[in-house]
């Protein structure tokens, strides 16, 4: 009998295999059972829903992710590092590009659906700001999780059309969404710092800051 996470493997790489074919939403489970060539019964011990493959899914890039980090050195910054682990992450989900538009696309009509796939996502940014020695715990950490989510999909619709080799429109997308924030948040600073001189409170914007006390 295969391993738990061998079959977990292959019933989500053929779940994707599928969505970038014909769509999500028009992927049955029979399908998917057929390509993986496994029962119904073996998918339902695995994955009870199609949501749990997508979970499925987002954790197995997740692990690819947090697995492929080197050891920081002290030289980079944290601009660099968080732009490094978000490079990860694409890198990881290009060889399933057609799927990842073809679900993005069909979650639009599928409320329930979306919403999990959006607490997946979170989990996944937090983890990946941790990755980055970013703390992601908290009421700020929750501001910055929603921060680099702005930042993150936005350079994903890039990604989904970068046909280059080395993704370098995507790098471009992001180290340019990285300097915004960047320079945001030392705006938010700069002025919270001349509101506490002058006894007024200039910085109440930085709840919009998209990673509020640091420097991306």
């Known amino acids: 009998?295969?391993?738990?996470?061998?079959?977990?493997?292959?019933?989500?790489?053929?779940?994707?295999?599928?969505?970038?074919?014909?769509?999500?939403?028009?992927?049955?489970?029979?399908?998917?059972?057929?390509?993986?060539?496994?029962?119904?019964?073996?998918?339902?011990?695995?994955?009870?829903?199609?949501?749990?493959?997508?979970?499925?899914?987002?954790?197995?890039?997740?692990?690819?992710?947090?697995?492929?980090?080197?050891?920081?050195?002290?030289?980079?910054?944290?601009?660099?590092?968080?732009?490094?682990?978000?490079?990860?992450?694409?890198?990881?989900l290009t060889p399933y590009r057609a799927a990842v538009d073809a679900v993005s696309r069909d979650l639009r009509g599928d409320p329930v659906a979306?919403?999990?796939?959006?607490?997946?996502?979170?989990?996944?940014?937090?983890?990946?700001?941790?990755a980055a020695g970013v703390p992601a715990d908290g009421l700020v950490g929750a501001v910055r999780v929603k921060g680099l989510g702005v930042i993150y999909l936005a350079v994903m619709r890039v990604w989904l059309t970068d046909d280059s080799a080395d993704l370098s429109r995507t790098m471009a997308a992001l180290d340019a969404r990285l300097r915004q924030a960047e320079q945001f948040s030392r705006t938010l600073r700069s002025r919270g710092r001349r509101g506490d001189q002058t006894g007024t409170d200039e910085d109440s914007t930085s709840g919009s800051d998209p990673l509020p006390g640091t420097p991306v």
């Open 114 to 130: 979306a919403a999990i796939h959006a607490c997946a996502l979170r989990r996944s940014l937090a983890w990946m700001l941790e």
């Open 1 to 92: 009998m295969a391993k738990k996470a061998d079959l977990s493997r292959q019933i989500v790489d053929a779940a994707m295999k599928l969505a970038g074919q014909k769509g999500w939403r028009a992927t049955t489970m029979a399908d998917i059972a057929a390509e993986a060539k496994l029962s119904l019964a073996d998918i339902y011990r695995t994955f009870p829903g199609k949501s749990d493959i997508l979970r499925g899914f987002t954790r197995q890039i997740d692990e690819l992710v947090l697995s492929e980090g080197g050891q920081d050195d002290g030289t980079e910054t944290l601009r660099d590092r968080v732009f490094d682990v978000m490079m990860r992450r694409f890198d990881a």
